[in-house]
C-alpha cells in the first residue's frame, strides 16, 4: 500500500472547497509539464524520467533531514529507501495527476508525495522489529509534581479528571489509538500499519477521543487552556 | 499559571487543537498550495483555515509540512 492511499479520511472540513478551485491561468512550466505527461512517445518518457528524477531529489531531501535520527542505517539503505519512495511517489503521482488544479506549482505539488512516502518509509523503519505499545508505559508526565502548593491542587485536579475519562469514557478502540500515539509517542503510521488502518481512520479516532476528553473536562468546569 | 513545559506538551498532545481542524487527507490536498502562500509571505491561515490546527494536532502532517516547506522556501531563496 502506497503511503498516499494511507491519508484516507477528513475529520471536519472547516473551510470552502473553493480554496482548491483551479487558477485560472496555469504557470508555464506546470502548463508544460501537464502536456508531456499527457503527450505520448518519447515526450511522455522524457517526461516521466525528469518527474521521477525530481521525485528522487526530493525524497532524498527528507531522508537527508531525518538521517540524524537514523544512525543505525547505512548511507546505501537510506538511498534505497529515497528510490523506492520516489518510485512510489511516481505512481502515485501519475495516477492522480487529474487532481492536479493549479492551485500551487507543479513541482509543489509533486514535491509533496514524494516527501509522504520518504517520511512513511522512515517512520515505519525506525520502528522495525519493535513492540507498539497500545496501554500506557507511564503516566508520569500527567503528574502534578514538582508545581507550586496552589498550582499543584488545581492542576492535579484536571490531570486526575483526565485520567479517570481515559478510562471510563473512551471506548477500548479510542484509549488505544490515543494511549499509543498521544502518550506513548508511536508514529501514526506505524500504527496504522500495526492495526491494519489508515492515518486517516486514527486520526479520526484520535480526533474524536480528544473531544470527549474536551467535553468531560468542560463538564467538570475544568479548562485547560486557563491553567 | 502552566510552570511544566512537559505537562503543558503533554496535555497538548492528548487534548489536541481546540478550534476546528481538518483530516489528513485534506491537509495533503491543500498542503502545497499553504507553503506556497507561506512562502510569498500571504496569510496561508486565513486562505486554508483549519489546516495550522491539524499541523498542530497531528506530528506527521506536521513533519512533512516542514519537510515541504523547507524544500520549497530553500528553492526560493535561491
Redesign the interface.
Known amino acids: 500500500m502506497s503511503a498516499?492511499s494511507a491519508?484516507?479520511?477528513?475529520?471536519?472540513?472547516?473551510?470552502p472547497l473553493s480554496?482548491?478551485a483551479p487558477s485560472p491561468v496555469l504557470d508555464p512550466d506546470s502548463r508544460e509539464w501537464l502536456r508531456c505527461l499527457h503527450a505520448e512517445g518519447a515526450t511522455r518518457e522524457d517526461a516521466v524520467a525528469r518527474l521521477h528524477a525530481l521525485l528522487l531529489r526530493?525524497a532524498r531531501?527528507?531522508v537527508a533531514?531525518r538521517r540524524p535520527t537514523l544512525p543505525h542505517l547505512r548511507g546505501d539503505e537510506l538511498d534505497d529507501i529515497a528510490n523506492e519512495a520516489a518510485d512510489d511517489a511516481l505512481m502515485s503521482v501519475l495516477r492522480r495527476l487529474d487532481?492536479f488544479r493549479g492551485?500551487?506549482?507543479f513541482t509543489?505539488?509533486v514535491?509533496?508525495f514524494a516527501?509522504?512516502e520518504a517520511?512513511?518509509k522512515l517512520?515505519k523503519r525506525a520502528w522495525q522489529g519493535r513492540e507498539v505499545p497500545l496501554e500506557p508505559e507511564s503516566w508520569a508526565?500527567?503528574s502534578?509534581g514538582?508545581?507550586?502548593p496552589d498550582?499543584e491542587a488545581?492542576?492535579s485536579e484536571l490531570l486526575s479528571s483526565?485520567q479517570s475519562a481515559?478510562g471510563d469514557v473512551l471506548t477500548p478502540h479510542q484509549r488505544r489509538v490515543?494511549v499509543a500515539?498521544?502518550?506513548n509517542g508511536v508514529?501514526?503510521?506505524v500504527l496504522a500499519d500495526r492495526l491494519g488502518s489508515t492515518?486517516?481512520a486514527l486520526?479520526?479516532t484520535?480526533?474524536d477521543a480528544?473531544r470527549k476528553?474536551?467535553a468531560h473536562?468542560d463538564e467538570h468546569g475544568l479548562s485547560?487552556?486557563?491553567? | 499559571?502552566?510552570?511544566?513545559p512537559?505537562?503543558k506538551q503533554?496535555?497538548g498532545?492528548?487534548?489536541?487543537p481546540?478550534g476546528?481542524?481538518?483530516?489528513?487527507?485534506?491537509c495533503?490536498?491543500?498542503?502545497?498550495?499553504y507553503?506556497?502562500l507561506e512562502v510569498a509571505g500571504r496569510d496561508a491561515d486565513v486562505?486554508?483555515?483549519?489546516?495550522r490546527a491539524?499541523l498542530d494536532?497531528?506530528?506527521?502532517c506536521r513533519?512533512?509540512h516542514e519537510?515541504?516547506l523547507?524544500?520549497?522556501g530553500g528553492e526560493q531563496a535561491l
Open positions: 498516499l491519508t484516507v479520511g477528513f475529520v471536519e472540513s472547516s473551510g480554496t482548491l526530493a531531501f527528507e533531514r487532481d492551485a500551487s506549482r509543489t505539488w514535491y509533496k516527501l509522504l517520511a512513511v517512520r508526565l500527567l502534578g514538582g508545581l507550586g498550582a488545581e492542576q483526565l481515559i490515543l500515539l498521544a502518550l508514529p501514526i503510521d492515518r486517516g486520526y479520526k484520535l480526533h480528544r476528553l474536551r473536562l485547560p487552556e486557563e491553567m | 499559571m502552566m510552570e511544566r512537559d505537562l503533554a496535555l498532545r492528548l487534548l489536541g481546540a476546528p481542524e481538518v483530516g489528513c487527507d485534506e495533503f490536498d491543500r498542503l502545497d498550495r507553503v506556497e486562505a486554508l483555515p483549519g489546516l491539524h494536532g497531528c506530528p506527521a513533519e512533512e519537510s515541504l523547507a524544500l520549497v
